[in-house]
């Protein structure tokens, strides 16, 4: 079997390697890239302007080009989340919490450096899944019904509000926050508009876009509007700050090969999104850590790990889109409706019935993500040079590439209301020392949760004890309630040894002579 899958792998080779096809997936990833970086685009609205233009292609070269763009704006929303504090793809918020303290601290070009490699690592380990492992992956994919959807995102929303800085309690709060927001809109069972305010553009949802956006970019300037110095005073960034030290490679390559399994895990699994993996990889791993504070404040490990995460999750994504016909997100559901536009059924028979496209593929994951890095490695120094430009000229260039790009992804000045709103929803919060991320996770598990909740009960006709039946299911259930266990344990310890100190001062204090 081995042997028949790598000369498969040797015809994708041939496939992807024509000129033609790697012209379109050197635009593909060119373009991902660009449009990674840039303040309110991503993925999904680049593959939706070009979509229309895979109409007229040949079906190898359109997905070729499609599945460019989508892991090469992976490579550039973690560009703007480290230098700019701007998560331009959803699941880069959690390489804010991280990468933009350590720009602060002038370790810019380590983060970058670190975030390349992480990245084609865990793109290459993912490649290596789909090729040996996609029958077992799949089987394993039929075995996720409601019920264990359901399980691991409470798993996840658990996960990412306990992770936060400072008190669980404030992390559980803000992604109840996020839940709230994700539920506004029109019911899809219902019909029944909820929490819209009267307002008609709310009774579809709030624009994910303009949430992120509006927590992460405009909080941010207003948080620091009167911050007048350069953000890298006094630093200089060479392509050599890129490459990091034996020291930070070490401190990094377990953390890498955590995430990177996190994501193949989680890539497997359909209807999970990439957000969840890098908020699940980036609480791991403050878990796991024997100095949890570092992280929020610069720590190596929290770029590493969900960074990997996220590019394992982006290769294994196509196994359960291509094979199973069930999209990870909105970009696979585009990229699915690609296919079909072209006439090929996503299914098990897809692998036999067009081995040139699924191996065409494969073969072009590495293409693309080699082609990556080459461009990359001379573009960071244009990315680095934004760090001398004064907060004065910067956020307001950033801020005026956010309305547009907000505004353009549906013609819609409310959305561009959205943004402001949200902006200083987040500078209040930051300035009570509330962490922002948990509300993006909350937003974007929100529907899912109850979705899947809903349907599991319609299945079971209201029997809770549904989700504690089916073995999976059970498992992460039980690691829910074992991490709320754990939170319960260090705040009942953190008030025990409070306590203790009190007592032993105050006995010291009656000790003391009163001469003293």
């Known amino acids: 079997m081995i042997e028949q899958s790598l000369m498969d792998l040797w015809q994708g080779f041939g496939v992807a390697l024509t000129p033609h096809n790697l012209m379109w997936s050197f635009f593909g990833v060119l373009v991902g890239n660009l449009i990674g970086v840039l303040p309110g685009m991503g993925a999904l609205s680049a593959i939706s302007m070009l979509l229309p ?107 990412g509000g306990t992770m936060s800085r400072g008190s669980p309690l404030k992390g559980i709060a803000m992604t109840a926050f996020g839940l709230l927001a994700g539920i506004v809109g029109t019911d899809v069972n219902s ?70 399994l996190i994501g193949t895990m989680f890539g497997a699994m359909p209807g999970t999104g990439p957000t969840i993996t890098t908020f699940i990889a980036y609480a791991f791993e403050k878990k796991i850590s024997k100095t949890p504070e570092r992280f929020g404040h610069g720590a190596l490990e929290g770029v590493a790990s969900p960074e990997a995460a996220s590019h394992s999750k982006t290769q294994v994504d196509f196994i359960p889109t291509m094979s199973l016909g069930i999209p990870g997100d909105a970009v696979m559901a585009l990229i699915l409706g690609a296919l079909l536009i072209q006439g090929i059924q996503p299914g098990p028979q897809l692998i036999t019935e067009h081995a040139d496209l699924f191996w065409g593929l494969i073969a072009s994951f590495w293409i693309g993500n080699i082609l990556l890095v080459i461009l990359n490695v001379p573009l960071i120094g244009i990315w680095v040079k934004l760090l001398q430009v004064p907060y004065r000229y910067l956020y307001p260039s950033a801020l005026f590439f956010i309305a547009v790009g907000v505004y353009s992804t549906n013609n819609s000045l409310f959305e561009v209301g959205e943004v402001l709103v949200f902006g200083i929803v987040g500078a209040v919060l930051i300035a009570l020392d509330f962490s922002v991320a948990p509300i993006l996770l909350g937003y974007v598990l929100g ?44 705040w009942l310890r953190g008030v025990w040894r409070a306590r203790a100190l009190a007592s032993v001062a105050g006995r010291a204090s009656a000790a003391q002579p009163a001469g003293d």
């Open 53 to 159: 233009l895979t109409y007229t292609m040949h079906p190898v070269p359109a997905i070729l080009m499609l599945a460019g763009i989508f892991y090469g704006s992976q490579y550039g929303g973690a560009i703007g989340a480290i230098l700019l504090n701007l998560p331009c793809h959803p699941p880069h918020a959690v390489t804010c919490l991280d990468g933009y303290p350590m720009t602060r601290q002038g370790k810019g070009g380590t983060a970058l450096g670190i975030t390349m490699i992480a990245s084609f690592f865990a793109a290459s380990f993912g490649i290596l899944v789909m090729i040996f492992a996609s029958p077992l992956l799949v089987s394993i994919a039929f075995k996720f019904g409601p019920t264990e959807l359901f399980s691991i995102m409470l798993l996840g929303l658990l996960a």
């Open 447 to 490: 529907p899912l949760v109850e979705e899947h909740f809903r349907r599991s009960l319609l299945l079971s006709r209201g029997d809770l004890m549904v989700f504690f039946e089916r073995p999976i299911s059970a498992t992460f259930m039980s690691l829910s309630t074992l991490l709320i266990l754990t939170q319960v344990f260090f």
């Open 191 to 260: 019909g029944t508009q909820r929490f819209t305010f009267g307002f008609v553009e709310l009774s579809d949802h709030v624009e994910l876009v303009a949430l992120a956006l509006g927590l992460f970019g405009v909080a941010d300037f207003l948080h620091n509007v009167n911050h007048m110095q350069i953000i890298g005073s006094g630093m200089k960034v060479r392509l050599r700050d890129m490459r990091p030290s034996m020291a930070e490679l070490k401190q990094s390559f377990m953390p890498m090969v955590r995430g990177t």
